[in-house]
C-alpha cells in the first residue's frame, strides 16, 4: 500500500500555528517533535529558510510528538499549546528547539518566565493538560498525511523528501513559487 504524499488536512490559518505573511505565496508545514535531534537540526535550516526568504514563505508547525523514544516530546508539545493559549507559541516553539536537552517540567516552567508568559496560567495549563487534544489532532493529521518520522516536511501540502540543507529547501519552494 502507497503512504500518502499530501498534508490532511490542508493549511488551516484558523486552526494551524503559522509564522509568516498571509500573501506568502508558499506554505511549508512541519511535523515536528521538540525532543528530536533532527527536528533540532532542521529548526536551525528552517530559521535560515525564512530569513531568505521573508514574505515569500510562511511557516506552519504541527505536533508529532515520538513518544516511544523521546519522553519529554510530549509535555513540550503541550507546553507550546499553552503558550500559545496566551499568544506565545512561536516564541515557545523557538525556546524549545533552542534548549532541547532541558525540557524538564521546571525547565519549561522558568521557559514561560523568561518569555513574559503569566506563570501560573502557563502551570495551570501544564496541570489540566489543556493543550493534549491539539497534540492528538496533528498526529492523527500526520499519520493520516502519511508521516513516519520526523521531521517531515510538506511543501504546498504535498511532501518534501528531499535534502534538509537550507539550498535545497529553498530550490524546492522557489519552484513552487
Keep these: 500500500m502507497a503512504v500518502p504524499a499530501n498534508l490532511d488536512p490542508p493549511v488551516d490559518p484558523t486552526r494551524d500555528h503559522v509564522r509568516g505573511a498571509d ?6 508545514v512541519e511535523y515536528g517533535d521538540f525532543e528530536c535531534p533532527y527536528c533540532g537540526a532542521a529548526y536551525a535550516v528552517l530559521k535560515q529558510l525564512e530569513r531568505r526568504l521573508g514574505g515569500r514563505l510562511r511557516l506552519v508547525f504541527r505536533h508529532f510528538p515520538l513518544t516511544h523514544v523521546h519522553p519529554h516530546a510530549l509535555a513540550a508539545a503541550e507546553a507550546a499549546e499553552a503558550a500559545g493559549e496566551q499568544g506565545r507559541f512561536w516564541e515557545m516553539h523557538d525556546r ?12 519549561l516552567l522558568r521557559y514561560a518566565q523568561e518569555i513574559g508568559l503569566d506563570a501560573e496560567r502557563f502551570a495551570a495549563a501544564l496541570e489540566r493538560r489543556s493543550g493534549r487534544e491539539r497534540v492528538e489532532a496533528d498526529v492523527a493529521s500526520g499519520v493520516r498525511s502519511g508521516v513516519e518520522g520526523t521531521p517531515a516536511l510538506y511543501i504546498d501540502g504535498v511532501r518534501y523528501d528531499g535534502f534538509y540543507d537550507v539550498e535545497s529547501l529553498e530550490e524546492a519552494v522557489e519552484g513552487r513559487c
Excluded: C, W
Design 23 to 28: 500573501g506568502a505565496r508558499v506554505s511549508l
Design 96 to 107: 524549545l528547539f533552542e534548549h532541547q536537552r532541558q525540557l524538564e517540567h521546571a525547565d
